[in-house]
């Protein structure tokens, strides 16, 4: 056990004398551990940068009175360790565990809707060109480079902009980070974790960020929007979802270069990075996307 793992056994009070085994669990910028049934969160290096833990904390909270996420045991909002009640007997969520769980977009779509009509109120505006102006900000203090034509796309987003825009709807607590691996499934309610990026944002940017880090396909993105919507989306709704799905690789693919430039191991960042801004650009380039922000523009 390292000294950092220890001191932070040491500072939560429900782990303070755990002599227990200790699981360590995923995470692509965090450790995160079991220890019987609390699960603790020691931050990763550099993410203080970028990430407001005081923000986190509450957002954290405030999910968990909605009835999507773990209770809290415990938040530092300096060091960044928190702690959170294990979700027993729910399998930790991946692509591959969405097309093979029967009913798991549709239980996602739920856990959405009750946590955007919760009420909460998330301290962050997470507002997608301001968070992309503050990546930009963190990446000119390090040595990497974007990828060639990033500044093109995102002046060619302006359009997106304007549509969003033009019918604004109202913002909601979203968790705004949506990976597969942030859902723990039990096979008759989906939980969500992780909320180091919630903030106030449009609700339908949940939606379409889970579909593009699910890959998933028209058949599971129907199966969300249905469990979300309570039927058949609108074709601005699902117009905004589909903006969402590029516009979310957009901004990760900084995120990916401030993992590369902090020399986080958890992955090969520069594909990522690379691979999020083609794909963006790919669907950006299609009919398909042109037909829905011309429905969002018309509301």
């Not at 995470?27 to 019987?36: D, E, F, H, M």
């Not at 209770?71 to 007997?89: C, E, H, K, N, W």
């Not at 096979?187 to 949940?206: A, Q, T």
């Not at 058949?219 to 699902?238: H, N, S, V």
Request: aromatic fraction near 10%; glycine fraction near 8%; charged fraction near 25%.
């Amino acid at each position: 056990m390292t000294d950092e793992l220890r001191a932070a056994l040491a500072a939560v009070p429900v782990l303070a004398s755990y002599d227990g085994p200790l699981e360590r669990l995923g995470g692509l910028t965090n450790r995160v551990y079991r220890a019987g049934d609390v699960c603790l969160r020691i931050p990763g290096k550099g993410t203080e940068e970028y990430i407001n833990r005081a923000n986190e904390a509450v957002a954290a909270r405030e999910a968990a009175r909605a009835g999507v996420s773990p209770q809290v045991l415990y938040a530092d909002p300096a060091s960044g360790v928190m702690a959170t009640r294990f979700i027993a007997g729910a399998e930790t969520m991946s692509p591959e565990k969405f097309k093979a769980r029967p009913g798991s977009p549709a239980r996602a779509g739920e856990a959405f809707r009750k946590l955007h009509s919760s009420g909460a109120v998330f301290p962050f505006r997470f507002e997608l060109f301001a968070m992309i102006d503050d990546y930009l900000k963190v990446l000119s203090t390090k040595d990497v480079a974007l990828p060639a034509g990033y500044h093109d796309v995102v002046r060619e987003a302006d359009a997106v902009r304007a549509a969003l825009a033009a019918h604004a709807i109202p913002l909601a607590a979203c968790h705004c980070d949506p990976l597969c691996e942030n859902f723990l499934d039990t096979g008759e309610r989906m939980w969500i974790v992780d909320w180091e990026y919630s903030g106030m944002n449009d609700p339908l940017w949940d939606l379409g960020d889970l579909s593009v880090e699910g890959r998933f396909d028209a058949a599971q993105d129907e199966e969300l929007m249905r469990a979300y919507f309570g039927g058949e989306a609108r074709p601005a709704e699902r117009g905004r979802v589909v903006i969402y799905k590029a516009m979310c690789d957009l901004l990760w693919t900084l995120w990916g270069l401030i993992q590369l430039a902090n020399d986080n191991p958890a992955d090969d960042f520069r594909a990522y990075a690379d691979g999020r801004f083609a794909r963006c650009k790919a669907l950006m380039e299609t009919a398909e996307f042109s037909r829905h922000l011309a429905a969002v523009r018309l509301g």
